[in-house]
């Protein structure tokens, strides 16, 4: 199998039981292969320090049967998708939120040598920002990571063993808080999946705006550069700063300005006022943007602007 891994962190160490304290900071992808080559010896891992991308994507999965996806974002998520609709690989996906958990098989070859249901026809577009906080704003629990995973092996098993009933055109939603389970049917969607099959594989760039609030038919209005911020902190005292990355990011590193983490703003937004130039920043201005829609669309702001590539860009004019 392949492994495709960041470096170990010490924030998520409670649901890594590969790694321990003394790996921090070391890379996942080859601690892994090491400590699983240890406990099963007679079978072959690669591991890949590569970000999977749409330049290295058909490369890196071509050799697989089977794509298990375990990622934590939704542009690689739609990404493997489409790399397993072009090349009639099934894959598996999996995903946490807090005390829930999701599985599902995707693109499985069927009896009438047709494919299932993809991803996309499960979920055409991506939630907002807003409606899909990280674990580091919300939270994870632990056991939740494992019960999930354990499931997505379990899915795998069958697929390769051919045992059992498989979800496949189903999707399957535990509540581990409440110990409820939901299997939902779906349909696949033939000429999205026709689409995916003949067009020519988009970039990293598509993938990244399709997660962004732009590709829900909304066109984000009252950007500013930083050098126009700037010009603006200059001759206006009357400005009000947000920053809606989370709290420790404001901590380590601000502008200025109220912190108010994006995952908050539904509960807080009254506290941005209306009567005066309000300006929201992030890292690079992903949040800002979702931020900026929230404020215009369902609060009728028209006083806030949004930071174009957030503080980093700031930093650097």
Same mark, same amino acid.
Not at 19 to 26: E, L, T
């Given at each position: 199998?392949?492994?495709?891994?960041?470096?170990?962190?010490?924030?998520?160490?409670?649901?890594q039981?590969l790694?321990?304290?003394?790996?921090?900071?070391?890379s996942?992808a080859?601690?892994?292969?090491l400590?699983?080559?240890?406990?099963?010896?007679?079978?072959?891992?690669?591991?890949?320090?590569?970000?999977?991308?749409?330049?290295?994507a058909f490369?890196?999965?071509?050799?697989?049967?089977?794509?298990?996806?375990?990622?934590?974002?939704?542009?690689t998520?739609?990404?493997?998708?489409?790399?397993?609709?072009?090349?009639?690989?099934?894959?598996?996906? /999996?995903?946490?939120?807090?005390?829930?958990?999701?599985?599902?098989?995707f693109n499985?070859?069927?009896d009438?040598?047709?494919?299932?249901?993809?991803?996309?026809c499960l979920?055409?577009?991506?939630?907002?920002?807003?409606?899909?906080?990280?674990?580091?704003?919300?939270?994870a629990?632990?056991?939740?990571?494992?019960?999930?995973g354990?499931?997505?092996a379990?899915?795998?098993?069958?697929? %390769?063993?051919?045992? /059992? $009933?498989?979800?496949?055109?189903?999707y399957?939603?535990?509540? *581990?808080d409440?110990?409820?389970?939901?299997?939902?049917?779906?349909? =696949?969607?033939?000429?999205?999946?026709?689409?995916?099959k003949?067009s020519? *594989?988009?970039?990293?760039?598509?993938?990244?705006?399709?997660?962004?609030?732009?590709? $829900?038919?909304?066109q984000?209005?009252?950007? %500013?550069?930083?050098a126009?911020l700037?010009?603006? %902190?200059?001759?206006?005292?009357?400005?009000?700063?947000?920053d809606?990355?989370?709290?420790?990011?404001?901590?380590? *590193?601000n502008i200025?300005? *109220?912190?108010?983490?994006?995952?908050?703003?539904?509960?807080?937004?009254?506290?941005?006022p209306?009567?005066?130039?309000?300006?929201?920043?992030?890292?690079?201005?992903q949040?800002?943007a $979702?931020?900026?829609?929230?404020?215009?669309?369902?609060?009728?702001?028209?006083?806030?602007?949004?930071l174009? /590539?957030? %503080?980093r860009?700031?930093?650097? =004019?």
């Open positions: 199998g392949l492994i495709d891994f960041d470096k170990v962190e010490i924030s998520n160490l409670h649901r039981v790694f321990n304290v003394q790996d921090v900071g070391k996942k080859m601690l892994a292969k400590k699983l080559e240890i406990r099963n010896p007679y079978i072959k891992i690669d591991a890949i320090e590569s970000k999977l991308s749409a330049e290295n490369d890196l999965l071509m050799p697989y049967d089977i794509i298990v996806d375990a990622c934590d974002n939704f542009s998520r739609y990404l493997i998708n489409d790399i397993c609709v072009k090349t009639n690989k099934p894959f598996i996906s /999996g995903s946490i939120f807090q005390y829930q958990g999701q599985v599902g098989v499985a070859l069927l009438n040598n047709k494919t299932s249901g993809t991803y996309r979920f055409p577009s991506p939630p907002s920002a807003i409606d899909s906080p990280s674990c580091d704003q919300i939270g629990l632990g056991a939740v990571v494992g019960f999930i354990t499931m997505m379990v899915e795998a098993i069958k697929l %390769i063993t051919g045992i /059992g $009933e498989s979800l496949i055109n189903k399957a939603l535990y509540h *581990l409440t110990l409820q389970h939901h299997v939902f049917n779906y349909e =696949t969607n033939e000429p999205e999946v026709l689409k995916i003949t020519p *594989l988009e970039d990293d760039i598509y993938y990244q705006n399709f997660c962004l609030v732009h590709n $829900e038919g909304n984000l209005h009252n950007e %500013i550069t930083p126009e700037k010009q603006i %902190i200059r001759e206006n005292n009357d400005l009000v700063l947000v809606v990355r989370d709290l420790y990011e404001h901590e380590l *590193l200025g300005g *109220l912190s108010i983490p994006l995952s908050d703003l539904r509960s807080r937004y009254y506290e941005i209306r009567d005066k130039k309000v300006v929201v920043y992030c890292k690079i201005g949040r800002s $979702e931020a900026l829609h929230y404020l215009q669309v369902h609060k009728g702001y028209n006083n806030v602007y949004h174009k /590539g957030g %503080i860009a700031y930093m650097n =004019t």
